[in-house]
């Protein structure tokens, strides 16, 4: 059974970078045809996918969200991380990392993080 776990600090300063990990553990981040990503929830709204991570490397960012984020993976720790610049109070959320597969009929999230509060605050 793959389990996932997020890391990272919960508080963060306006305009510092935000820096989490998931340590993957049961599986490989390289497994065929996985995909590894970060999702938010910010207080009283909606899931956001914010990225992901492909299982032979490649980079998948949302358009909203391009320009100050970056996912990387470490197969020698098999985790993957996020980093997220310039943030503000609007990205005060948790944050969710999670494991997705594609298939002709859909995405489908086949397992998650228990999450990790972050709050962007002075």
Known sequence: QVQLQESGP???KPSQTLSLTCTVSGGS???SYYYWSWIRQPP???LEWR????YE???WYGPSVKSRTSISG???KNQFSLQLSSVSPED???YYCARYIIQSTGVYIVDWGHGTQVTVSS
């Open 10 to 12: 919960g508080l963060v």
């Open 29 to 31: 981040i390289t497994t």
């Open 44 to 46: 009283g709204k909606g």
């Open 51 to 54: 990225g992901a991570i492909g």
């Open 57 to 59: 490397g490649s980079n």
């Open 74 to 76: 470490d197969t020698s």
């Open 92 to 94: 005060t959320a948790v």
